[in-house]
């Protein structure tokens, strides 16, 4: 399907190692060094820690056994697509905990675009501790060397929706379109090398009129956190869901080994587990250490369609995919996926390496997994 195409979203991690690795290689690595690196990238890439905290418990539940469309088994469709894991939680419970790969409950493993969702929520955390004032603030209020050129109009909700009206090609083939080009720019002293290449980008729309995806935008909501907390994202994120909430294992943020900035829209690795306690985080309301964290009414508002992405029945909220029915989720390509379904008090967590970032085959497959979960799921309900 067309739409998840436009799902993908480069590593665009800020930064390299003593091995200066390039932001742009993870597309280019053949299928062991994916399998290798994306269970360690923080040995290609600078990071941060996300301290984690008293482990939140996910009891055991009734085991399912999704079967696919096509009568695919799980053990099939895992290695097929190169999956490295998959749990299922429903009711905070777990009915499917699955590994391959070599990976294990221990195994920390890459985002890529799922990070775009943690994000999100951290801006919803700022709103409520009022670093934020309000998703109507020009984004310049927070990033203000952005002022002399198409942003200067832009509000933090335009970029959250993507729908900021500014030129952007995000085609991951193309090596000189924006996507492939945001970090290789000239660095300004003081300044983040995003910052530096986005702010003389031109106007195709108004802003709000259009939505088009762009890993950039994201990258630079991370900054806007930044910025408005005087915190990293990988502080932030420990000190209002990772510690609080009880995730089990440490996770880190990728970042510019240069100017230290994270990438907003990518390079968050955990565990399986600590990615569905984001999910079951989410379903719980966002509580977390017996407190509210994000601000009032952020999650119904993050997580609705708020731009038409052309797809009937999807759309985009907040940094996250939306259906129609109340699901939502964060995708990243080479086939992760956090998936959480309200309605069925449900979370899916997929972490894979694809043999390619995406394409529809690769797609249709995760949604035929999804499908079966919910399937076996509602089989018992």
Request: a neutral charge.
């Amino acid at each position: 399907m067309k739409c998840f195409l436009i799902t993908a979203c480069l590593v665009l991690v800020a930064g390299c190692t003593a091995q200066h690795a390039r932001r742009t290689d993870v597309l280019f690595w053949n299928q062991p060094q994916r399998e290798a690196n994306f269970r360690a990238m923080e040995t290609q890439y600078a990071s941060n820690v996300v301290t984690h905290g008293v482990a939140h418990s996910l009891p055991p539940g009734k085991p399912i056994a999704p079967v696919l469309d096509d009568g695919t088994t799980l053990d099939a469709y895992m290695a097929a697509h190169h999956v490295a894991g998959i749990m299922v939680l429903q009711d905070g419970k777990v009915r499917l905990e699955r590994y391959g790969l070599g990976a294990g409950a221990k195994t920390r493993w890459t985002s890529f675009s799922v990070a775009k969702s943690f994000t999100s929520t951290l801006v919803g955390a700022a709103l409520r501790d009022g670093s934020i004032q309000s998703l109507d603030d020009k984004v310049v209020r927070y990033i203000p060397e952005l002022g002399a050129g198409a942003y200067r109009d832009v509000t933090v909700r335009q970029l959250l929706t993507m729908t900021s009206g500014v030129r952007w090609n995000e085609d991951y083939s193309d090596p000189h379109s924006d996507v492939a080009q945001m970090y290789e720019g000239r660095r300004v002293p003081g300044e983040p090398l995003l910052v530096t290449y986005m702010a003389p980008l031109p106007r195709e729309f108004a802003p709000g009129e259009r939505w088009v995806y762009k890993t950039g935008e994201t990258d630079l909501i991370g900054i806007l956190v930044n910025r408005a907390t005087h915190k990293t994202l990988a502080a932030y994120l420990s000190e209002k869901v990772w510690k609080p909430y009880g995730m089990a294992s440490d996770a880190l943020w990728l970042k510019d080994d240069v100017d230290g900035t994270e990438a907003g829209g990518s390079g968050v690795s955990a565990t399986l587990g600590d990615y569905a306690r984001l999910g079951q985080f989410l379903l719980d309301g966002g509580m977390a250490g017996g407190r509210a964290v994000l601000a009032d009414g952020w999650l119904a508002d993050a997580t609705k369609k708020h731009a038409d992405i052309g797809v009937p029945g999807r759309g985009y909220g907040y940094q996250w995919w939306t259906w129609d029915s109340g699901a939502f989720a964060g995708i990243g390509i080479f086939g992760q996926l956090l998936h959480v379904d309200p309605a069925r008090h449900l979370v899916i967590v997929q972490l894979a390496a694809w043999p390619v970032a995406t394409d529809d085959a690769q797609a249709r497959a995760r949604g035929d997994f999804v499908r079966a979960v919910t399937r076996a799921v509602d089989a018992d309900r």
